[in-house]
């Protein structure tokens, strides 16, 4: 089993729609969660970091719930521009700095249609 | 602003030969981690440096090792390179402990 899960998709929505992706990881020692976008054959691009409290950026807002290990991602009114691959991220960390990387999940492709 | 630097940005290798890829981070980052992506796969993390010491340590094959110099510039170096190498190297810096940017990747196919 992976440390993030996320579907894969593919989400096919037309322009203008609402989207939302979920992501669930495993290791409750992570310490912050990204969003990552990821064009194809591009590298991984931040999106926004996703806090307990919530966050939003413009059309985008991410949530985490720390308690069900879970987090996601809600963009509002799809942009062609928005079609992407997109990673649900863990980091783990350990500040004795024995721990320091980035776990992905396998990534959300989305698809906005004309 | 500036970005990961990553070099080359495609490589093409015979099986068994040697490989070195090279990064340099964003001015004033002190940390650095190399990902591999193999095709149609997520990133998975190889190895991460910090003040020029190793970090963290992930699936990075015997055959691959790295390093990070004083200018925190760092190199992944591959010898014995097998097919299943063959992947999306990338490149990532942060300052510490903090988000991490990407570099646009290293193209490795080999032959």
């Known amino acids: 089993r992976k440390e993030v899960e996320q579907d894969p998709g593919p989400f096919n929505v037309p322009e203008g729609a609402t989207v939302a992706f979920n992501c669930t990881y495993s290791?409750?020692?992570?310490?912050?969660f990204f969003w990552y976008r990821q064009d194809c054959r591009k590298e991984p691009k931040l999106l926004m970091s996703v806090y307990s409290s919530g966050n939003e950026d413009g059309r985008f807002t991410a949530q985490l719930n720390r308690a069900s290990q879970y987090i996601s991602l809600l963009i509002r009114d799809s942009k062609l521009s928005d079609s992407a691959t997109y990673l649900c991220v863990a980091h783990l960390i350990n500040y004795g700095g024995a721990t320091n990387k980035l776990i992905f999940g396998t990534g959300t492709l989305l698809a906005v249609q004309p | 602003a500036a970005g990961v630097i990553q070099s080359p940005r495609h490589l093409i290798k015979e099986k068994r030969e040697t490989a070195t890829l090279k990064c340099y981070p964003i001015?004033?980052?002190?940390?650095v981690y190399w990902y591999q992506q193999g095709p149609g796969q997520d990133p998975q993390f190889l190895i991460s440096f910090y003040e020029k010491m190793q970090s963290d340590k992930g699936s990075i094959p015997d055959r691959f090792s790295a390093q990070q110099f004083s200018d925190y510039h760092s190199e992944l170096n591959m010898s014995s390179l097998e097919l299943g190498d063959s992947a999306l190297y990338f490149c990532a810096s942060s300052t510490r402990n903090n988000e991490q940017f990407f570099g646009p990747g290293t193209r490795l196919t080999v032959l």
């Open positions: 001015p004033r980052h002190d940390t």
């Open positions: 290791n409750s020692a992570s310490q912050s």
